[in-house]
């Protein structure tokens, strides 16, 4: 099992950033890959960003190349999405996830973090 909890999100202006954090524990944490998907009202899950547990593989959805930056700390056990130029349309519940391999099924989820990008 892995236990992934998000933290960072919160309410800010078109234009601004926020960084979302993800900390994950468990027996299998090491060695997953991860990602970030996003929920908005209305609409279905979309991925983000995955990164693989080298951080050698990462992917960004179009809508967000060029403006979020996905790391991780192995060390620590934690992923992040940095999040700069927010755009209104970036408002959604943010979600980690973990799973074996970079571009496949992801087995666990946090809790989800709600952002919202005022114009």
């Known amino acids: 099992q892995v236990q992934l909890v998000e933290s960072g999100g919160g309410l800010v202006q078109a234009g601004g950033s926020l960084r979302l954090s993800c900390a994950a524990s468990?027996?299998?944490?090491?060695?997953?890959?991860m990602g970030w998907f996003r929920q908005a009202p209305g609409k279905e899950r979309e991925v983000v960003a995955r990164?693989?547990?080298?951080?050698?593989?990462?992917y960004y959805a179009d809508s967000v190349k060029g403006r979020f930056t996905i790391s991780r700390d192995n060390a620590k056990n934690m992923v992040y999405l940095q999040m700069n130029s927010l755009k209104p349309e970036d408002t959604a519940v943010y979600y980690c996830?973990?799973?074996?391999?970079?571009?496949?099924?992801?087995?666990?989820w946090g809790q989800g973090a709600q952002v919202t990008v005022s114009s």
């Open positions: 996830a973990a799973g074996r391999t970079t571009f496949g099924n992801y087995d666990y």
């Open positions: 990164i693989s547990w080298s951080g050698g593989t990462i």
């Open positions: 468990g027996r299998t944490a090491s060695g997953t890959a």
